[in-house]
């Protein structure tokens, strides 16, 4: 088993150096090695736009994907990601409201946009469980509903906030929703480490214990985990995850589904694989997904969000058509 | 000294009447239990009760003196097993994955399996006649097969209490009667103590110890010599028709139709 592990974060380390590697090298204009030292602007551009980019990729690919990951196996829902279940739309809106009061606000030195998106991405992940859940049991279909409604709900409140703030606010508001890696700099990426790396740590410390809630409820309790408190634990972490990355990068769907599924694919069911395989995959999908949209146009550049959209849809539709594979559905 | 002891157990599902009314029972080391008693006679929610998947409103339960609330989880988990009526994953588990989360509470947190954990889960495979399943989607197997993957894991669990829900329903005779000699040989060997529920009451005999239930009390409650008489029988399952009688080491009862 632990010879299993260290074989799969081998090979997806490997894939992420390579995908980063590629990251840094495409663009609106090719960047090599020998450019770096001899050109200055060149040199610029790659430290203050594309290593940024690459770096922003990395961080919401990663946290994207480790959370979906542990939804999954919280929801004991193959379908389960932070976009399906509404954790996004609820980040996103705490995230609009705290962009309309002003977006460089903090609250006791965090961004009050990270607050805000944590609060909503924690309430929507509330009021998700409060309603699938009936007594022991989570109702897979009822899950995925209240996620839908709980997505229209806040795309609804998201829009009023628009209307109601100034024009420079409600523009801010709509470029960043689409879901993009732009971003200047590195201070930005900084301050979401800082809250970033300790919740994956947490996520990836509880993976034992959310390995047997994915077996089962009963099972995972009398085998001596505490439910309860470990299912709060891991919501709370996600939300915190899920809220961060949308404040930073906007609603980018579908990475939480398509990751985890994959390296459940590629190395076995267990969570002490998947979840920090999903974390090194999730980078490398996100950067080589980011990489495409801004090469994949004659000039300008599409949204991430799109490229993850275009190729999440059908992964959700394809595992919804595979369902017979999945008793709980 | 008692393994287990339970003392007046109340127990209610939200704004319903008392599922499990004032039950009562020991289990000393060693001991096979078996409870008894009609569909919805509150069996289920007594054994729930038993693994600590359910709180009682009332009355205490002792595991080795020690109340069963106030041991931790994991500890709990090392005396203790439970096999419910059935299981469904979301995800295709392999067997031999289901088998080895039964070691998790001998295995330090941050440890994955060892040699020996492999070799524990792969004899409780062997125990319950599923080795061949080892590789297998649990998923993609029948309800009987699933059957003896759970109880293997609860095998590999190496518990001194073993608390089973209906082991039984789905698998055919041959493997009954292999699913209980397992149970006595390993009451023989390492001093295990069942407690199990059965609709099953033609191996009752073998056991040391028969409780029956109706609507959530004990009705009746002694050897099998004791419970599986005509009269008891027909109170506890409401049956006027259903009869008791004892051929060499099995019982057999019937009812007319």
């Known amino acids: 088993m632990r010879g299993r592990v260290l074989k799969a974060l081998a090979i997806l380390t490997l894939v992420l150096l390579v995908s980063i590697a590629i990251g840094l090298a495409v663009g609106s204009q090719r960047i090599t090695p020998a450019q770096l030292f001899a050109d200055s602007f060149s040199r610029a551009l790659f430290f203050r736009l594309r290593l940024p980019r690459v770096l922003l990729g990395l961080v919401i690919g990663a946290s994207l994907a480790i959370s979906g990951g542990t939804l999954q196996a919280l929801f004991r829902n193959p379908l389960a990601d932070p976009f399906t279940l ?46 699938a859940r009936t007594g022991a049991v989570v109702m897979p279909g009822a899950l995925l509903l209240s996620g839908v409604a709980v997505n229209l709900i806040a795309a609804a409140a998201v829009l009023t906030v628009e209307y109601l703030t100034d024009p420079s606010s409600a523009l ?20 979401m480490l800082l809250v970033l790396v300790p919740a994956w740590i947490g996520l990836l410390a509880l993976s034992r214990q959310l390995n047997l809630l994915a077996i089962d409820e009963d099972t995972a309790a009398t085998l001596g985990v505490n439910v309860r408190r ?33 390296v459940r694919m590629l190395f076995g069911e267990d969570l002490r694989i998947v979840l920090p395989g999903s974390l090194l995959l999730g980078a490398a999908f996100l950067i080589l997904a980011d990489a495409l949209a801004r090469t994949v146009l004659p000039s300008g550049e599409l949204p991430v969000g ?22 709980a559905l | 000294m008692m393994l287990l002891s339970a003392q007046n157990l109340d127990y209610a599902y939200a704004a319903g009447p008392l599922a499990v009314r004032r039950v009562s029972l020991t289990a000393p080391p060693g001991t096979m239990t078996t409870v008894i008693g009609a569909n919805g006679s509150g069996k289920s929610t007594l054994i729930r009760l038993l693994a600590g998947l359910l709180k009682p409103q009332a009355g205490t339960i002792l595991l080795d003196g020690t109340r069963l609330a106030d041991w931790q989880p994991r500890l709990r988990a090392r005396h ?53 399943l080892a590789q297998r989607p649990f998923i993609s197997l029948s309800g009987g097969e699933r059957q003896m993957v759970i109880l293997a894991r609860a095998l590999a669990q190496e518990p001194r209490l073993l608390l089973l829900d209906e082991p039984s329903s789905s698998l055919d005779l041959n493997h009954r009667a292999a699913l209980l000699r397992t149970l006595l040989n390993l009451r023989r060997t390492k001093q295990l103590s069942v407690i199990m529920i059965t609709h099953d009451l033609q191996f009752t005999a073998a056991f040391d110890q028969v409780i029956a239930l109706r609507c959530g009390e004990v009705t009746a409650t002694g050897t099998p010599d004791d419970v599986l008489r005509d009269q008891v029988l027909r109170d506890v399952y409401g049956d006027p028709h259903i009869h008791a009688q004892r051929i060499g080491d099995q019982t057999l009862v019937w009812t007319d139709l």
């Open chain 1, 230 to 262: 470990c299912e709060t634990i891991a919501h709370a972490l996600c939300a915190l995850i899920v809220g961060v990355t949308v404040s930073a990068g906007g609603a980018i769907g579908f990475v939480g589904l398509i990751v985890p599924h994959t």
């Open chain 1, 172 to 191: 801010r508001i709509l470029r960043w929703l689409t879901g993009s890696l732009d971003v200047v700099g590195l201070t930005p990426i900084r301050n």
């Open chain 2, 80 to 132: 203790v097993a439970y096999v419910p009526q059935s299981t469904a994953t979301a995800f295709p588990f392999t067997v031999m994955e289901l088998v080895l989360s039964g070691r998790t509470p001998h295995t330090s947190r941050f440890r994955f399996e060892n040699q020996h954990d492999q070799q524990q889960a792969q004899h409780a495979l062997e125990m319950t006649g599923a080795a061949h």
């Open chain 1, 86 to 131: 509404g954790v996004s739309g609820g980040g996103a809106l705490g995230a609009s409201i705290a962009i309309a009061l002003g977006w460089s606000a903090q609250l006791a030195g965090v961004p009050l946009v990270f607050v805000a998106a944590f609060a909503g991405a924690m309430l929507a992940v509330s009021v998700v469980r409060l309603i």
């Open chain 1, 306 to 327: 799109a490229i993850t959209g275009l190729l999440g849809g059908p992964a959700f539709l394809w595992l919804l058509r595979r369902r017979q594979q999945y008793s």
